[in-house]
């Protein structure tokens, strides 16, 4: 930890916020003096924090099977390469993020991190190195403290809210500027590798872009991110929010994320063959894509609310199918160099867990390419004009993930296990919630 000291040292570290990212991706964790964390006090959180549901509840365990019953702590181990200074903190702090142990030193399988990390000894044991790009779309909107009443666009530099739909545009980005200006440092204080920031189809809609690179460290960064846009947005008397979808007649909030597989050695692409075009592998990564996504869409759209998002015309996908530069498409392949062939899987939320989100796809990918399956063949035109292959809502796709054996044997049992249970609990929870529209249409109509 000698370089801890050093950087603690260099930036006079008083404090210390040791994080884990919990099943929905909330960072939960401890507080401590950065003495006692340099004198290699270990924090210790429940092992229960991996079975918290979104709503701080936890699924009924009769078999004793999710957790130890006897609701052991687990350690948590700093990696020591993710410490950054938390910017907005009046005392010098440093946040770092953990993994997480139990007492004999085995990992915890259902943390998220821990999840990825086994994804990618996957590929290592092949020969082969992921590389991923995500977009992160999220909203702005005003401050909203009572959940009966909508969200709606905060208001302006100009006094004014943004109604009508402005895709790609300057002046309308321009209108929180004082907001992305502070995003910006922050995130530069964090080295997070932001690319580009453009404004979406929806108002006061955003999305950034991160350059591509190492799976677990941009989840690390989109971790952060999202933790650093909600800080910054209350400072300015805002809320951001990931909402996969915060606004009935608005667009949805994706998770794009860019994905190839590259020589370790050479860096040369794998997706591309020799003559420049899409290798076999490539098809076989884009045909496990194209099998296995179904059974992983509890992690791609965790909540009730994602599968509002999957609508057709909708900017959303609705099936799995591919094809080049079509943004109708589940899977679609941008146009390029051969060098930067890759392919863009349009079906996760801004919701998603990124740890969860990228072990899954690159998941699918794998097993697409183990089992040398082939992608069907390519979507011209709207892939609209198909049908829905998708699940269309969480108790669907919940049924259809715990049945894969695939899925249980390549991000493990446990993980798979965990993350029904929390879900279903979440979506027992929310049926007992009668909506608005409900009593507007059914209250004197029925």
């Not at 401590?32 to 936890?58: C, D, H, N, W």
């Not at 860096?267 to 290798?279: H, P, Q």
Request: glycine share 6%.
């Amino acid at each position: 930890m000698t370089n801890l000291v050093d950087w603690f040292d260099e930036h006079r570290i008083t404090e210390v916020e040791c994080l884990v990212p919990d099943i929905t991706g909330i960072p939960r964790g401890k507080i401590m003096p950065a003495q006692k964390f340099l004198q290699g006090t270990a924090p210790r959180l429940p092992e229960a924090i991996f079975i918290q549901s979104v709503t701080g509840e936890y699924p009924e365990d009769p078999q004793d099977t999710l957790t130890n019953p006897a609701i052991i702590d687990i350690r948590l181990v700093p990696d020591a390469k993710t410490v950054r200074l938390v910017p907005w903190a009046h005392e010098p702090t440093a946040q770092i993020i953990h993994d997480c142990q139990y007492a004999d030193g085995t990992p915890v399988p259902m943390a998220p991190r821990q999840v990825l990390q086994r994804v990618l000894a996957l590929y290592a044991e092949k020969g082969w190195k992921p590389v991923l790009a995500p977009e992160l779309e999220f909203y702005l909107v005003g401050r909203n403290t009572d959940p009966d009443y909508p969200l709606a666009p905060p208001v302006g530099r100009s006094g004014r809210q943004e109604t009508g739909r402005q895709a790609y545009s300057i002046d309308a980005v321009n209108e929180f500027d004082p907001l992305f200006e502070e995003m910006y440092d922050f995130c530069d204080m964090q080295d997070l590798d932001l690319d580009t920031l453009i404004h979406e189809e929806g108002a006061a809609q955003v999305e950034i872009n991160f350059l591509h690179g190492n799976p677990l460290d941009l989840a690390d960064q989109v971790f952060l991110f999202k933790r650093t846009v909600r800080e910054v947005a209350l400072r300015h008397d805002i809320y951001a929010t990931f909402m996969s979808k915060p606004m009935g007649n608005e667009p949805g909030s994706a998770m794009h994320v860019h994905q190839s597989i590259v020589d370790p050695q050479t860096g040369a692409n794998l997706f591309a063959g020799a003559d420049g075009k899409a290798s076999k592998l490539f098809r076989a990564y884009i045909g496990g894509l194209q099998k296995y996504i179904p059974a992983v869409m509890p992690i791609f759209a965790p909540n009730v609310n994602s599968y509002r998002r999957l609508a057709r015309f909708s900017n959303a996908p609705i099936n799995l199918q591919w094809g080049y530069d079509n943004r109708t498409c589940g899977l679609r392949v941008p146009v390029g160099d051969a060098s930067a062939m890759r392919v863009e899987n349009r079906v996760p939320g801004a919701d998603a867990n990124p740890y969860l989100a990228f072990a899954a796809t690159l998941a699918c990918g794998y097993l697409g390419m183990v089992e040398q399956l082939e992608a069907t063949p390519e979507q011209i035109g709207s892939a609209y004009s198909g049908e829905y292959t998708l699940p269309r809502e969480l108790s669907q796709a919940l049924e259809v993930m715990d049945g894969s054996t695939a899925m249980r044997e390549i991000l493990g049992e446990k993980l798979v296990d965990v993350l029904v249970a929390v879900k279903r609990l979440e979506y027992e929870t929310y049926l007992r919630v009668i909506s608005s529209w409900e009593r507007e249409h059914l209250l004197l109509n029925v």
